[in-house]
């Protein structure tokens, strides 16, 4: 007992060490302060309706009225009633706040990677920080892509199961494969998950071959087996959130195909069922930008990075006559970024660690294990991925023939692969050093080589600058550059005075040079000074404790170093303050006077359709979410971008917030709104998808409908238009919507909720009716006369089947988990009660 106690206690010490470095990295959070997220702050926006229902009801909503007219709320918050899947995650991370427990627990789960891969502890540890603390890491947190980083933290532990299995610890391996990667999948950042599964086909074609290779057919049928187990487990215990998302994305942006079209100006390059090819492609990584792995900020970093008092642009402010504090203000946020990906925005570069790229270089020279092929592999892979259309042959064949590939955007996430497989690669590097399985001459002449191969790259990278105008201006009206729109900018700025907006982007531009300069350097200092480690150690100096410490402290000060550029104290706030951007502005607070709780809301003050802040106080007609439905969106596109004030008023957008005389908004209230719903006058029959949209332009929305011909033969009967005849909304629980309505004769009712049938029932006095999608976008149904009731429900099977699939799966997998567990610890005993040879 006591010896195990012992072996265990170099793991408690290695992961107390990762905890601390969490807490010291994040040490606001535990003062009570608020990270400052951007995407954070849009999503909360989102989710107002939907969490002000769950305090009444005890469980978020199917469907949200917030955004874009209504849409269902499975891609901004969803759970079930039986969610007990989040102990786990709650007890590995001992209840912290954010983001330190998600820091914390993406360095346990590649701690747990390092011991199944059989590392030392401290090898453990440096792997760990390496991985966590890899700049993408607090990028992402920083923005508020709070789902993404939690798909990263799960991802090693997935990796370490499969290993699991494949060393033959079967039933320990598919319980620990399935449980992480439930959780991996539960995240719901589908691109990260899709990225794991490519790693997963390249490691498990790579383990095929070297099992055939060895003839060990048996364990290949075995393993591959509860590989699949484990995938089938992890994603029926995730139904509720992969069924129900995939009813939505035949309906949304990212996979469902418009029905009109295309305009002269629209692209045509949009894969069937997928995204839009330029859109898609938008953040395309550079191929030589790919060097930010090694040297981090060569192409400036961030589009809004930080200046020193010491910089060329802030000298040039202060010689213009800006006061010293507001050009250290204003150089704050700078436009610093010039390379390849889009100018709309770039948090910061993919950087990995001068130290890891050392010792990663040196691992493909003496790694011997079967495992160095894959890493190699999906380093490959993701890089590529990465280039986006930077690299068209290889991409764009992926966008146009790969599953599912087209759903996605921004391929520089794609870095994410190496972000992890360097760090798997230097750890085996480590460990690799320190067996004494490899001479020390032979390890010393492969050193010298990667010494050589570092200090020429770094040579060529420091060459390279004197070639560039670090610029990454267009000259082209039509597709302007960050530059250019940076330089438009200060020409504002500056009123109209163009000189000085020169004068200062040639500022920028010596100032980009510069920092290209000063991380060459500082790449060559401490990949220099792991190298004098590594050649010490290897000439005997001293110990492996000692060159574990010094390397693992190396990486610690090089990641956390440049991780500070992105998220640091700053990035957080008082509670106070963050809770200003929730503060109603006069023109809301005058429209929430309004006790009628059902009309929208157009804000003009805003980008109305990439802005969530008008959902968190009214029912917007617009909103922030990167996959609309599609029928909204060709709405947006065709009407509403241009004001057609009779789509308006048939999306009961009762009131307009329009920017005023002092530049405070203003509230304009439409009168024609309207309302709920409404009997027309007349149908109008349109021949197609494109007709219909094209009758929107000039219809009458209160007395005339539009359909497409498609419904004219299950549609009975026409109406007979009554005067006197009254619907109006009854109740809007957002999962269920009812109406009363009384009329001496059939008659067409029109309703302003976004037409949406995967889910949606209509029932007239609680028996079942048809419902039609009507003026494109919205939904109708035949009234019969008299007095009725209608009500819509929103009972997606996808959900209430997905529960009981989930429930089921899960709790298989737990099953599997505890008998691994029991399994494993009676083979420990076993062999530790064995009597020992003499």
Sequence with gaps: MIARLKNLLPHAIAILALLILSIIYCKPALNGKILSQSDNVQWQGMAKEAMDYKKEHGITPLWTTSMFGGMPTYQIAMETPYDFTNYIPAILTFGLPKPVNVLFLSALCFYLLCIVLGTN????????????????????IVTGHETKMLALAYLPAVIAGFVLIIRKRYLLGTGIMALFLTYLIGANHLQITYYFFLMLGVIAIVYAV?????????????????????????????????????????????????????????????SKGGLDKEYAFRWSYGKFETFTMLVPDIYGGSSSGSLSSSSETYKKLVAI???????????????????????????????????????????????????????????????LLAWGSNFPAFNYFMFDHFPLYNKFRAPS????????????????????????????????????????ILAGTLLMVYVASFSFRYTNATNSQENPGGDDIFHAKLVQMFQGNTRIADELMVALYADREQLYHDDVLRTVIFAGLAFLLLWLFLKGRFNTTWLLAGISLLIVTDLLQVDNRYLNTGSFMDENNYNISFQPSEADQQILQDKDPYY??????????????????????????????????????????????????????KYVIVPGNDGHPVVQKNPDALGNAWFVKHILWAKSADAEMKALDHLDTRDTVVIDQRYKDVIQGNPSFDSTATISLIANNLNEISYRSAAGAQQFAVFSEVYYEQGWHAFIDDKPAPYYRVNYALRGMMIPAGKHTITFRFEPTSYYTGIKLAMSSYL???????????????????????????
């Design 121 to 140: 502890p401290w090898i453990g540890f440096a792997g760990a920080v390496a991985y966590t603390y890899a700049s993408y890491s607090p990028i992402i």
């Design 413 to 452: 996430q794609a870095l994410i692969i190496p972000q992890f497989s360097f760090a798997v690669l230097a750890v085996l590097t480590l460990q690799e050093l320190i067996s004494g399985k490899l001479s020390r001459e032979e390890l010393q002449k492969k050193l010298k080589w990667t010494g050589m």
């Design 812 to 838: 298989i997998m737990l099953l599997l988990l505890t008998g691994g567990v029991v399994t494993n610890v009676r083979m420990n005993k076993m062999n530790n009660e064995k009597p020992k040879r003499v």
């Design 210 to 270: 070297y099992c055939i290779l060895e003839k060990q057919y048996r364990h290949l049928i075995i393993s591959g087996l509860l590989i699949m187990l484990a995938v089938v487990l992890s994603v029926g215990s995730n139904a509720v959130s992969l069924w129900t998302t995939y009813e939505y994305a035949r309906e949304s942006t990212r996979g469902g195909t418009s029905e009109l079209t295309p305009l002269p100006h629209e692209s045509t390059d949009k």
């Design 600 to 653: 929208r809301v157009f804000n003009l003050t805003a980008q109305p359709f990439d802005d969530a802040m008008t959902s968190y106080f009214h029912k917007s007609v617009g909103g922030y979410h990167a996959a609309k439905l599609q029928l909204y969106a060709d709405l947006i596109e065709r009407q509403i971008s241009h004001n057609n004030i009779k789509v308006l008023n048939m999306l009961n957008t």
């Design 321 to 383: 006559g800006v006061p010293e504090p507001s050009a250290e203000e204003v150089t704050k946020h700078w436009n610093l970024y010039w390379g390849d990906q889009s100018y709309l925005g770039t948090s910061g570069p993919v950087y990995m660690g001068a130290v890891i790229c050392l010792l990663t270089l040196l691992g493909l020279f003496i790694i011997r294990s079967w495992h160095k092929w894959w890493l190699v592999a999906i380093s490959t892979l993701g890089i």
